[in-house]
């Protein structure tokens, strides 16, 4: 965790740099105002890191804190838009500029034509302009955002079509959620909602694919009450995400328990519905596992010694664990992590680091589902993406 808060930190210290240079100092005020933008842009930049510690470390959950969350993670989804429309001007602006020094740097001329040497006041106000028309366009992107991430998750229902099924599970139904990132601008009033949507449903089986929580149980104990609600006749069941090792993880799958959530860590259970077997295995998270002793990812694990079964799911939370999924001979694998990219322009930007990035995948003989996130992480925003429940139907091939 340090070397992430390091890494937080330093991309933040970049962004009040560049901002500052490319947005604060162009304008036509004075040198007191400058630096009073200039701390503004710090403080709502830096100013709600302080409850991210408090969140994790001291186990405190102060009022105030819930309001500088807010301001901060949606400031910070803003900036995080606006800082790519300005780049994209930027740099070609600065291949330019170089190039124009190049060119007068060899020139043999004394003199350069005036479009090519340094117009001041007409790039000040170019800036300006162009600074304004993209927050302009940014800031009703980054308000449709917030409204997309909040509202309620989108029902999406997907047929697992699995050769060999027995007719006794043909339409048997799992309802998958995954990332609802309980934490600071997440809370309980939004978990009951969720809750009420996934009864509704009438599912066989429910299943939460990791990253439940953000933050420690001490602090957010009340915001997931609401998942002991959920109640299917095969019941409700857990693998862990990266983010719960970041929270405290033993306490967490306590805490699950508790909820009458059952997690499963490298291990299998035997579902029996009188029709049909079905063999249900959890994995750590592929990367945090690693982390801790004795919580290493391992299908293969939970794959061991399985009683005889008809088909086959595993819960993992990060899609590329379906590799190793695929070795073990799982049949079906869901997943989440990934939130789909999230918003503009990171739902497309995902593409370049994960492979299974949302929907539907088939690996080797595994069948891969990719849920985009019930909730969010960070700055309260979607775009391109939708807050997903995932109602997945066993059908015969």
């Not at 391992?298 to 590799?323: N, R």
Request: with cysteine; glycine share 10%; net charge positive.
């Amino acid at each position: 965790m340090g070397y992430w808060f390091i890494i937080v930190m330093t991309v933040s210290t970049l962004l009040v740099l560049y901002l500052g240079w490319r947005l604060i100092n162009p304008l036509h005020v004075g040198l007191k105002r400058k630096i009073t933008l200039w701390f503004l842009l710090a403080l709502l930049l830096f100013g709600h890191r302080l409850t991210w510690v408090l969140h994790r470390t001291e186990r405190l959950q102060l009022l105030a804190c819930d309001t500088i969350d807010w301001v901060g993670f949606t400031f910070l989804g803003f900036i995080s838009i606006l800082v790519v429309f300005m780049l994209a001007r930027d740099i070609p602006s600065l291949f330019g500029r170089v190039a124009s020094g190049v060119k007068r740097l060899f020139t043999r001329r004394s003199k350069l034509p005036y479009f090519i040497g340094p117009d001041r006041e007409r790039r000040r106000f170019l800036l300006n302009a162009s600074n304004g028309v993209i927050m302009a366009a940014v800031l009703p992107m980054a308000g449709f955002g917030v409204y997309n991430a909040r509202r309620k998750p989108s029902v999406l229902k997907n047929d697992l079509r699995l050769p060999g099924l027995p007719a006794g599970l043909d339409g048997f139904t799992i309802a998958q959620i995954s990332d609802t990132h309980i934490g600071p601008t997440i809370r309980g009033d939004w978990a009951r909602k969720v809750v009420a949507e996934v009864n509704a449903l009438s599912p066989d089986l429910i299943v939460h694919t990791g990253d439940m929580v953000d933050g420690a149980v001490d602090g957010l104990k009340a915001d997931v009450q609401p998942f002991g609600e959920l109640h299917a006749p095969h019941g409700v069941w857990f693998c862990t995400g990266n983010h719960e090792y970041y929270s405290g993880v033993f306490e967490w799958l306590a805490e699950a328990r508790r909820l009458g959530i059952r997690p499963l860590v490298n291990e299998h259970a035997l579902i029996d519905t009188g029709k049909g077997r079905i063999l249900l295995g959890g994995v750590t998270d592929l990367r945090m596992g690693h982390t801790v002793p004795g919580q290493a990812s391992s299908p293969a694990k939970a794959m061991s010694g399985a009683p005889e079964h008809d088909v086959s799911v595993l819960l993992a939370h990060e899609p590329d664990s379906v590799y190793a999924a695929a070795e073990a001979g799982f049949d079906v694998q869901l997943s989440g992590h990934t939130h789909g990219g999230q918003y503009f322009p990171y739902n497309y930007a995902i593409h370049l680091f994960q492979t299974y990035v949302s929907g539907p995948y088939l690996h080797e003989d595994t069948h891969l589902y990719v849920n985009m996130g019930t909730g969010y992480w960070g700055p309260p925003m979607r775009i391109g993406t939708r807050p997903e429940i995932t109602l997945h139907t066993l059908r015969r091939a």
